[in-house]
């Protein structure tokens, strides 16, 4: 390619982004023994979570006050946001559509924090 001719890409030119290989793995995952993903069931955190979502799960990162997460209740996984209760302690676990409950820190097993959410897009 001469100097001046360049190089369209669907998002601009090649000069503006130059990627040998662009990888959601290398851009998404900064610690990759304590990252995986699951597949998101449910309706419960729509419409930022959606049925059939990809959810990058890292559980190197502290959960924090207002973190959506994948926890561990009655034996099974949820994504939820989990919110501190600032009055007495306590998480409120939020579904987006559902129901909120409470839950003490030595009650809530937390999983993971989600870091990114990849929805296929068909049309």
């Known amino acids: 390619m001469s100097d001046t001719q360049e190089t ?21 995952i900064t610690n990759p023994s ?8 449910g309706e419960a955190m729509s419409p930022y ?13 502290l959960v924090t006050d207002n973190s959506i997460a ?14 501190k209760n600032q009055s007495d302690g306590t998480w409120i676990i939020k579904a987006l559509k559902g129901k909120s409950f409470k839950c003490s820190d030595s009650n809530l097993v937390t999983f993971g924090k989600v870091k990114a959410v990849v929805r296929q897009c068909l049309f």
């Not at 998002?11 to 290989?21: A, I, K, N, Q, S």
């Not at 979570?49 to 990162?61: A, E, K």
């Open 8 to 28: 369209r890409t669907l998002f601009g030119t090649y000069e503006d982004h130059p990627f040998d290989d662009l990888s959601l793995d290398n851009l998404l």
């Open 49 to 61: 979570i959606m049925d059939g979502d990809l959810l990058l799960i890292d559980r190197s990162i």
């Open 70 to 83: 994948i926890i561990q209740w009655e034996g099974e996984f949820l994504c939820r946001q989990l919110c």
């Open 34 to 41: 304590s990252s995986f993903y699951f597949k998101a069931s």
